[in-house]
């Protein structure tokens, strides 16, 4: 079956501190994943996706096909990181969407 | 980036009424889009997938005929609730995809519609 797994629902870091929001899949075909974030009373929007090998504000995540994983990193967090972060796999075929439980990340001052 | 909007952001309504959400891709043509549910604190919860022209795709567990969805253009998706009670209250979030393109993949979401049945 199709899942995505975020074991931390709450993540606190002082600012400056680095950041690992964890990411776990399971999925038989060839993974798509991504890294959703939701600021406070905003929609959800991208942050990076995978295929990109892109660093935005900072984060970066790499695919590990071997652990099945795609964590979410940042050196030094910042408050505006703050955030509820969400990881995605999308299946191939129906482009179905999987989400992630979500983390949410607040960054102490 | 593209940009997808819901109407209504929010909706109270009584319980025994049926409620209509809808979803528009403002700048670009959706032939897919996706109704996810949020509950407090929770994930988003993949209710259907809606296709243009077509019959929409729902997930196991979500009752077809309580939540109609209707995807009759390229811009334009709704989701029905019908004969609402108070469990049916909810976020529900639209999303849609680029076809092509070199946004190929990436979701743009709606506001999400908060819906509470009294």
């Known amino acids: 079956a199709q899942r995505v797994t975020q074991p931390e629902k709450l993540l606190s870091v002082f600012k400056g501190a680095p950041v690992e929001l964890k990411c776990n899949y399971s999925?038989?075909?060839?993974?798509?994943l991504f890294w959703y974030v939701q600021y406070s009373r905003q929609r959800l929007q991208l942050l990076l996706r995978h295929i990109s090998r892109e660093s935005i504000k900072g984060f970066t995540a790499d695919l590990n096909k071997g652990e099945t994983s795609f964590h979410l990193k940042k050196p030094f967090a910042q408050e505006e990181d703050s955030a509820m972060y969400y990881c995605a796999l999308r299946t191939s075929g129906t482009y179905k969407y999987i989400f992630g439980t979500g983390t949410r990340l607040k960054v102490l001052a | 980036g593209a940009v997808v909007s819901q109407h209504p952001s929010w909706v109270i309504c009584k319980s025994g009424t049926s409620v209509k959400i809808e979803c528009r891709s403002l700048?670009?043509?959706?032939?897919?889009m996706f109704w996810y549910r949020q509950f407090p604190k929770q994930s988003l919860m993949l209710m259907a997938t809606?296709?243009?022209?077509?019959?929409?795709?729902?997930e196991q567990g979500v009752e077809k005929d309580k939540f109609l969805i209707n995807h009759a253009s390229l811009t334009l998706s709704t989701l029905t609730v019908t004969s609402a009670h108070p469990e049916d209250s909810s976020f529900y979030i639209c999303?849609?995809?680029?076809?092509?393109?070199?946004?190929?993949?990436?979701?743009?979401f709606g506001e999400g519609s908060r819906l509470t049945v009294l």
């Open positions: 809606s296709n243009e022209g077509s019959k929409a795709t729902y």
């Open positions: 999925y038989s075909g060839s993974p798509e």
């Open positions: 700048d670009f043509q959706a032939t897919t």
């Open positions: 999303s849609a995809r680029v076809p092509g393109g070199p946004n190929t993949g990436e979701l743009f």
